[in-house]
């Protein structure tokens, strides 16, 4: 996070995409989302988790997410791959 008016910003670029178990995949979304603390409460924060929710529209059937986290500033990254199942709908 970095100082910005009277506040800490960290702007985030979010990367998710699933492939089924047929091997379909779909395309990657890209969000980008921002992260903005007053500076009076940048220590607290910084023990915290942030939440972003993202709402996914995939087949039914076993599916792999991927999801990348990218801070463009530092370009560090980070990667994480979960294994689900969508039920079949009624």
């Given at each position: ?15 998710v995409a699933a492939r089924d178990a ?69």
């Amino acid at each position: 996070m970095v100082p910005e008016g009277d506040d800490y910003v960290s702007r985030l670029v979010l990367f998710v995409a699933a492939r089924d178990a047929g091997g379909g995949q779909s395309e990657i979304v890209q969000q980008n989302h921002e992260v903005r603390v007053p500076a009076g409460s940048i220590e607290r924060a910084q023990e915290h988790r942030f939440k972003i929710d993202v709402s996914l529209l995939m087949r039914e059937g076993s599916q792999r997410i991927s999801v990348g986290l990218l801070d463009p500033l530092t370009r560090q990254s980070s990667y994480q791959t979960i294994q689900t199942r969508v039920p079949t709908s009624s």
